[in-house]
Every structure is written in structure tokens, then in C-alpha cells.
């Protein structure tokens, strides 16, 4: 058996209508292809970038004697921190390596205590390879400032993944030690209390496109 | 064709913010807790004793500085170990000497004074500068004039050494404060600081003459962080 159904519509529509009708489709082109392409732009991510703190996420340093106090406090391998970086191959964006950064956190200017401060160089932070980062290159001890400041670089032109497990930095601090033995000086003359400071790292990729 | 180049705008602003390099980031918290470090050690001649026995000794006094044998025997050796700026303040327990064998016989304390000598490694102001004058300069004395003058004795409390305000600061440890007091008794010595010269009139020239007896006082020290 044979259906055929037709249907016949007639529109009469005045010129203005149309105008409006065709305004509403572009509008509606425009947010679809808006939202399609800020969907496509979210998935590109050029790499991926993980610390790990091992141990260490809290360093104390007690000045309980006149000889610590004259001549600082020097904590080696304070903290243990793994490295996890991969590339994910976008065209135009090749990873070679990292860069270790350190800064008092949220613009902190000083080292606070309860009553009193410390200048924030009276601390000063060291990162040097723990794990599978030999060919990287530490910058030794550097001043605690409100600034991001390198501790430590590393690139691999050939690059292969860094893993937390088998890529480690050890980290470590000094603080107070006299200007004689490379630091900015001892605490000697500073007033007792409990001071206190966040210090932030960060991970940053490096390479062309970066 | 102006909504066209607004399209690719929006398009391009919807590229930047989104496509960028992946950081991470991590927060340690670091704590420094500074511990309070004040002594005051006084390791020779805690006690000392004049003793008058001949026309010599009342004419001329006796003295550490002198020539006498056995004059060491009036030193007062003392170190200061402190982790902060610091005041050393001293002084007589009492307005005079008291006679031991009789109560009522009394001496003034200005028969009695000292010389203030510094052996460590932090170093006095110049004689006669204000405070803070010389900034690699950590020590102040006002009653000695800066170690340079001898001093009589006070009444507690009197600073005797003190911070001189400069960027150095007089904290450290025995090696950097370590003092002498050169004691001396009847030696009429002058002193430029007002009120602090020694009795001008020696012990055998004094009217009434002192009467014979034992006389003490002990003189306190208080070392405070500054």
C-alpha cells in the first residue's frame, strides 16, 4: 500500500519579519561557534606539572644557644620534593625541561613574629638534585625575597618524562648565618620571639613555545 | 564586516586564555624560634677587701692600678653572654659603708670607686662622643665616660654599660664582653662625669677621721636585655 502525504504551507511574512528571524540565527551562529571553540581550547594542554612534597612540608629552626644564634642554623635536606612533568606533544610546544622557583608566599615582606620581624634574606633556601636530575643545574643557596628567584634548572633536549618516583629534588635551608660565611647575618642582637614564614615553590615548564 | 572581525576576536580571546603552559605549585611553612640567651658571669674578685694597715695606705690609698704588690687582688673580672642588646646596671645595696663591728660607723661610698677596662672583642664608644657616634662602636658607658675615666662608687641602680645604639650591636658571647673593674680605695681620683669623682679629701685628711672598723656594702649588678 502507497501512503503520500504532502503538505503544503504558505507563509506570508512582511519584510521586517525576515530581518528579525535572520538577526536571531546569526546571534545564535556566534554563541554556538564561541562555545565549540573555547571547548577545543580547554583541551590544549601543552604538558603536565606536579610537585610532590616527600617530607619536610615544615621546617623549624630552634636558636636555643648563644652558638646557634652567632652562627646560624643550616638545614640539610630539609624537604624532599618529587618532580612530575610530561609533554603532551601539541604541535608548536616541545618540552625540554623545568625550572625550580621559590618566593615568600602571598607577598609576605618579612619574617613575622608575635611582636617582632626578621628581613626575609635571613632565610635562605638551596635545591640541589636528590634523584635522576644529575645534568640539572642548582644555583646554591639564594635570598628569600617577595620575588620568584631560580634555585634550580634543568633541560633535556632528547625529553623523556619525569616521574615523582624515579625524579627527586632535595631542599634545604640556612638561616641566620653571618655575613663571614656567606649569608647576610646572624641573628645575634634580634629580639626573642616566634617568627614565622610560608615559603612558595614552583614548577615551570621550559622549552620552545613555552 | 564589523561583526565578522568581532567574531574572530572572541575567538582568539577564547585561544589565549585558555592554552598555556601547565606550572604546579607548592607552600612550606618555616619557623624561626628565637630563644632568650642573658648571663652575666662574674668569674674573679667577687669579693674584695681594702684593708688599711699602715700611714701609706690612708695617705695614699690602695688601688688596683697601683704599683703595690698584690694590687690584682682588687680585680673584678666579669663576661656578659647575651643573645640581644643588652644594660648592664650596678650599684651600692646601701647609701654608705656600714661598720661591721659597730653599725653606726659609716663610710661614704664615694671613698670607693673603680676603673672600668674592656678585654673582649666589642669596643667602647670614644671618650667623650655621644651615643651612636661610631657605628663599629657597640659599648657605652656613661658613668666611666666610655672606659676612659674612673668612676665612684654609685647607689643601685646606675647604668654602667649599656648598647650604643649603632648597627653593631654590644650582644655576644663572653669573648665579646668581657670586662675588668679596677677597685680602688682613698686615691681622691678626679672624674670629668659630674658627681662621679672619688672623695677629693684621702681617708687620713677626712674630718671626722673614719673610725677604725670593718665597713661593707655589696654592690649588685643587673644585666638586662635592652
Known amino acids: 500500500m502507497l501512503v503520500n502525504l504532502s503538505l503544503h504551507i504558505n507563509l506570508f511574512v512582511n519584510r521586517p519579519c525576515v530581518n528579525s528571524i535572520l538577526r536571531f540565527v546569526k546571534a545564535f551562529a556566534i554563541l554556538i561557534l564561541l562555545f ?3 571547548g577545543f581550547a580547554m583541551s590544549q594542554e601543552w604538558n603536565s606539572a606536579r610537585l610532590t612534597v616527600f617530607y619536610g612540608s615544615s621546617i623549624p629552626f630552634n636558636f636555643n644557644s648563644l652558638d646557634k644564634i652567632k652562627n646560624g642554623i643550616e638545614v640539610n635536606l630539609g624537604t624532599q620534593i618529587g618532580i612530575s612533568m610530561a609533554d603532551s606533544s601539541k604541535v608548536g610546544h616541545k618540552l625540554e625541561g623545568f625550572v625550580l622557583n621559590f618566593r615568600s608566599f602571598n607577598g609576605q615582606t618579612n619574617i613575622k613574629g608575635d611582636v617582632y620581624t626578621l628581613p626575609l634574606n635571613r632565610l635562605r633556601v638551596k635545591a640541589e638534585n636528590a634523584l ?10 639564594k ?11 634543568y633541560s633535556n633536549l632528547t625529553w623523556t618524562n619525569l616521574t615523582w618516583v624515579n625524579d627527586q629534588l632535595k631542599i634545604s635551608y640556612e638561616c641566620g648565618k653571618p655575613v663571614s660565611k656567606g649569608g647576610n647575618g646572624s641573628l645575634i642582637g634580634e629580639s626573642p620571639d616566634y617568627y614565622n614564614v610560608e615559603v612558595e615553590f614552583e614548577l615551570v615548564p621550559i622549552g620552545p613555545g613555552f | 564586516m564589523k561583526k565578522i572581525n568581532l567574531l574572530a576576536i572572541m575567538l582568539l580571546c577564547g585561544l589565549t586564555a585558555f592554552s598555556q603552559a601547565v606550572k604546579d605549585r607548592s607552600v612550606i611553612p618555616v619557623a624561626v624560634n628565637l630563644n632568650q640567651v642573658l648571663r652575666l658571669s662574674i668569674t674573679n674578685g667577687g669579693n674584695i677587701e681594702f684593708v688599711f694597715n699602715t700611714i701609706d695606705d690612708y695617705k695614699n690609698g690602695l688601688s688596683a692600678d697601683g704599683a703595690t704588690p698584690g694590687a690584682g687582688i682588687y680585680k673584678t673580672d666579669f663576661t656578659v653572654a647575651s643573645s640581644t642588646r643588652w644594660k648592664l646596671t650596678y650599684g651600692a645595696e646601701q647609701t654608705t659603708f656600714i661598720g ?7 663610710l661614704t661610698l664615694n671613698n670607693v670607686g673603680f676603673k672600668l677596662v674592656n678585654n673582649g672583642i666589642n669596643t667602647f664608644e670614644a671618650a667623650g662622643s655621644l651615643i651612636g657616634a661610631t657605628p663599629a662602636a657597640s659599648l657605652f658607658s656613661t658613668p666611666t665616660k666610655n672606659a676612659s675615666q674612673v668612676s665612684a662608687l654609685m ?3 646606675e647604668d654602667l654599660i649599656a648598647d650604643n645604639n649603632t648597627i653593631n650591636a654590644n650582644a655576644g658571647d663572653a669573648a665579646d664582653n668581657s670586662f675588668t673593674l679596677n677597685w680602688r680605695a682613698g686615691t681622691a681620683e678626679t672624674s670629668t662625669v659630674a658627681l662621679h669623682s672619688l ?4 681617708l687620713i685628711d ?3 677621721s673614719p673610725r677604725p672598723d670593718r665597713y661593707v656594702v655589696n654592690v649588685l649588678f643587673d644585666l638586662v636585655m635592652e
Do not use: I, M, R
Not at chain 1, 132 to 141: I, K, R, V
Not at chain 2, 100 to 106: K, M, R
Open chain 1, 36 to 38: 565549540l571553540s573555547n
Open chain 2, 155 to 157: 647607689v643601685y641602680p
Open chain 2, 206 to 208: 677626712q674630718k671626722p
Open chain 1, 132 to 141: 635522576g636530575l644529575e645534568s640539572g643545574h642548582s644555583f646554591g643557596y
Open chain 2, 100 to 106: 661591721t663591728d659597730n653599725p653606726t660607723n659609716t
Open chain 1, 143 to 153: 635570598d628569600l625575597t617577595v620575588d620568584w628567584v631560580t634555585l634550580f634548572s
Open chain 2, 199 to 202: 672623695n677629693a679629701v684621702k
